[in-house]
């Protein structure tokens, strides 16, 4: 059989992963370094400033580093995450079952990541991601069932146009990653997932107000349609596990 060249399914997923943990990796433990040398402000991404840092040695190329890994390259992984998601909606045959691992992730995930984020067992602060995938998932799943149920244009947009609301309201209230701009992503990659151009396009736009996330869309356009490696439970397992992993390497240090 002939192989569609491009990125399957499970290759989005690796990369994804592969971007998620550089950034969980200099949001955790070298802002742990950085803080414990005296860097709290972590806005200054000026040439001038970095390599002022770097002729001071190890700290400065760790800064130099968490800006490249934080706001580069982990500004990928979302975006592909999202776009996954609408794939995973489309394709899979049991979505009471996808949402139910959604869920139950959600909760899995939460005490990893209020340690690794917070240095807390649990806080109500700030939200895993899965709890925004799984507002994303269960808003397009009524979005769809919607449009195929009512009658009536004006009645399916009001009704789409309420749910989507509602999923946005409801990020932003449990503050969830990525709070409501997450579910705005997942909506519009939704809307045009028709078309691959448009889809992408429209995944741009949705990032726009983050400067390096748009270009997760270049990956996006070489996929393949295919699911690749069977890997239905890596992002799942991982997500924990790393930051857990994350978390005890802040305590060594």
């Not at 995973?88 to 996808?98: A, C, L, V």
């Not at 992503?185 to 949705?206: D, P, Y």
């Amino acid at each position: 059989m002939h192989k569609r060249a491009g990125i399957s399914g499970s290759g989005l997923k690796i990369l994804s992963v592969i971007f998620m943990l550089a950034d969980h990796i200099a949001a955790v433990v070298f802002f742990h370094i950085l803080s414990q040398n005296g860097i709290f402000y972590l806005g200054d991404t000026s040439f001038s400033y970095m390599r002022e840092l770097v002729q001071d040695g190890f700290v400065g190329w760790i800064y130099v580093w968490y800006q490249i890994m934080r706001r580069i390259v982990g500004r990928w992984a979302f975006p592909i995450y999202c776009f996954l998601l609408v794939e995973g909606f489309e394709k899979t045959k049991d979505r009471r079952k996808y949402a139910g691992r959604l869920l139950a992730f959600a909760f899995v995930s939460e005490v990893p990541f209020d340690l690794a984020f917070d240095g807390k067992m649990m806080g109500l602060e700030h939200q895993n991601i899965f709890f925004t995938l799984l507002l994303g998932f269960l808003m397009i799943w009524a979005m769809e069932e919607i449009g195929r149920n009512c009658q009536g244009l004006l009645v399916k947009w009001t009704g789409g146009a309420a749910v989507f609301l509602a999923a946005v309201l409801l990020a932003e209230l449990i503050r969830c990653d990525y709070s409501g701009k997450g579910i705005i992503a997942i909506a519009l990659l939704f809307l045009f997932r028709r078309k691959k151009a448009e889809q992408i396009a429209a995944g741009c736009v949705a990032f726009c107000w983050e400067a390096m996330a748009p270009l997760a869309f270049l990956f996006v356009y070489f996929y393949n349609g295919r699911r690749g490696l069977r890997l239905k439970y890596f992002f799942y397992i991982f997500y924990p596990a790393h930051l857990l992993v994350l978390y005890l390497i802040t305590l060594i240090i």
